[in-house]
């Protein structure tokens, strides 16, 4: 209730209603309150209020805290805590710290190791191409075998094996002259055919050196013989 008295008090004395004097009348809670001035009234000590239980000008009045007396229905109690002071603004985060990077380790400088050369290989000597072999020269013919030249230049005489035997051919006619000479110790002994009778007679042949043989033929059992001696065709 203080509060709305001085309220009205501080109205009268700040109006032009102070050169005149003048008075407000209100309600608070069914309560009738008188609020008056006196002429030439320009301070609140000589405003009059009239209020029930009280009569009187206002400077008896406690304005020091108005609404702090207990027997002030419009009091607010003083057991209220006061309002909750608001909580500390949070300190700002401190900036992160960048780690320095480190520095990079200088690499150790590579020993570069030069592999010694190679030694230039040894000429490899080339080497001679083989000789052939020399052919080995036919054997002499020291036997009956080979070309034969007959006496008279009548023909020429092949003699070859004939299995375990000897055989003689014409050379130009391929026609058999001497016919399965058996060995017989140091001569071969057999049948020999005459071209020109046609007649064959026993015969035989023997060696008389390594380029000459002795051909002989017989008729009427041995009664007969001749012969000739042909050279070997070199």
């Not at 304005?63 to 027997?71: E, V």
């Not at 050369?117 to 002499?140: D, H, N, Y």
């Not at 002994?189 to 000459?212: E, F, L, Q, V, W």
């Not at 043989?213 to 059992?221: D, E, L, P, S």
Request: with cysteine; proline share 12%.
């Amino acid at each position: 209730m203080k509060t709305f008295v001085a309220i009205a008090a501080l109205l009268m004395a700040t109006t032009s209603a102070h050169a005149r004097g003048s008075g407000i009348t209100f309600q608070i809670d069914g309560q009738r309150i008188h609020v008056e001035a006196p002429r030439n009234c320009s301070a609140l000590s000589c405003i009059r209020i009239s209020a029930p239980g009280y009569s009187g000008t206002i400077g008896n009045i406690n304005l020091k805290g108005l609404g702090s007396k207990s027997n002030d229905d419009d009091d607010v109690a003083s057991s209220e805590a006061p309002p909750a002071a608001p909580p500390p603004a949070p300190a700002p985060a401190p900036a992160p710290v960048q780690a320095a990077a480190p520095q990079p380790v200088p690499a150790a400088p590579v020993a570069t190791v030069v592999a010694p050369s190679a030694p230039a290989p040894a000429p490899v000597a080339a080497q001679p191409a083989p000789q052939p072999a020399p052919i080995a020269a036919a054997p002499t013919p020291t036997g009956p075998v080979g070309v034969w030249v007959t006496e008279e230049n009548k023909g020429n005489v092949r003699v070859e094996a004939c299995g375990a035997n000897l055989c003689g051919y014409s050379v130009k006619t391929n026609e058999r002259i001497l016919i399965n000479m058996k060995p017989d110790g140091s001569k071969w002994s057999g049948r020999i055919h005459d071209p020109d009778s046609g007649r064959d007679y026993d015969s035989t042949i023997a060696m008389k050196g390594s380029n000459a043989m002795r051909v002989q033929g017989c008729a009427f059992g041995g009664m007969f013989c001749g012969g000739q001696t042909w050279k070997r065709v070199s």
